[in-house]
């Protein structure tokens, strides 16, 4: 890694600052705990010219959490997340998530903004200069092609690898975005547009947040729903630090026993988290053959298979499925 270049530091404090400076240079990057930013920047990957501090704006430290619903700052940190007996009482998968992020000092340093606005990566992206260079760059940086997927015309595959956004997928998560404009709420998975399938018009690897010029994430809000069971696992080379090969949230109700309610989510395998589509379609019967059997096959047809780690895609593409049936049967199991 490189010394760090010149940056000019802003430290507001209050949120009304935030968005100030932020309208006032777009090209500004923000800073939460500089986990993933920090490293870019020394990799020669980014080089901004000013970071605004978010970590000093108390309106973004908040944590409320209880039965009926939760809500996070953007500036909370992962550690912080992760030890709240609130949020491990009620809503397991999100403080699993966050106690599976890295290694100890990162998730000291590491927020929820910061997690869920993750940059996207893959083995071709997130090197060094030199390395980058010696294979003519690729897509998502100077380059012109993405070497995941010579043929994609334009499509950059990088994934996203946040390990937050999957849990609070399946927990019907909110965000709250502010800007110049004002506020807005949208559900969380609004925010990500990166699409592994699409013509052209939408994002990719490259362009995943749907952030509008100046807008700044601002909390997270969730609904609790009564009865629903939920939990988080993943796959990764080391048991810490490294980034997921394949991430998994689940969480599901049961009536008896009958399957009422499944929702899975996966990260590290595609552009953005991807909520899987059609499990309403396995609920109304007891959890069976039938059901894992058309849990692979939604996997099959929604998880990408590109090689983007070290690992073959399709190999993740496997895990992720093995992880999503586990997780299904220990919560069917437990309620």
Not at 31 to 42: A, F, H, Q, Y
Not at 201 to 212: A, H, I, N
Request: aromatic content about 6%; some cysteine.
């Amino acid at each position: 890694m490189e010394a760090l270049p010149e940056f000019e530091l802003l430290r507001p404090r209050t949120l009304a600052e935030a968005v100030d400076a932020r309208a006032a240079d777009p090209a500004a990057r923000l800073l939460g705990g500089g986990t993933d930013l920090v490293v870019n920047i020394r990799r020669g990957i980014e080089a901004p010219g000013r970071l605004i501090d978010l970590t000093g704006v108390a309106e973004l430290m908040t944590i409320k959490a209880d039965a009926q619903a939760l809500e996070l700052g953007a500036s909370v940190s992962l550690a912080d997340l992760a030890a709240n007996e609130a949020v491990r009482a009620h809503y397991p998968a999100l403080a699993e998530a966050a106690a599976s992020i890295a290694g100890p000092t990162h998730r000291e340093m590491g927020t929820v903004g910061g997690n869920l606005c993750l940059d996207t990566r893959c083995i071709y992206y997130n090197q060094s200069d030199w390395w980058r260079a010696a294979n003519h760059n690729c897509l998502k940086t100077t380059g012109q092609m993405c070497h995941v997927a010579p043929k994609s015309r334009g499509v950059c595959f990088a994934t996203f690898s946040g390990d937050l956004a999957p849990a609070l997928l399946v927990l019907g998560a909110e965000i709250e975005l502010v800007g110049p404009a004002g506020a807005r709420l949208l559900p969380l998975g609004e925010l990500y547009i990166g699409h592994a399938r699409h013509d052209g018009s939408g994002g990719d690897g490259k362009r995943y947040l749907s952030l509008r010029p100046g807008e700044i994430v601002t909390r997270v809000r969730v609904r609790a729903a009564p009865g629903l069971r939920s939990a988080y696992d993943k796959i990764r080379i080391r048991r810490s630090i490294e980034y997921p090969v394949a991430g998994v949230a689940a969480a599901l109700k049961r009536e008896g026993g009958v399957l009422a309610d499944l929702r899975l989510a996966f990260t590290g395998t595609n552009p953005r988290p991807v909520l899987l589509a059609g499990t309403e379609k396995l609920c109304g019967g007891a959890l069976d053959d039938r059901v894992f059997a058309g849990l692979d096959a939604l996997v099959r047809d929604q998880v990408m298979a590109m090689k983007t780690t070290f690992t073959p895609g399709h190999y993740r593409r496997r895990v992720a499925g093995v992880l999503a049936k586990r997780l299904v049967t220990r919560l069917f199991a437990a309620g």
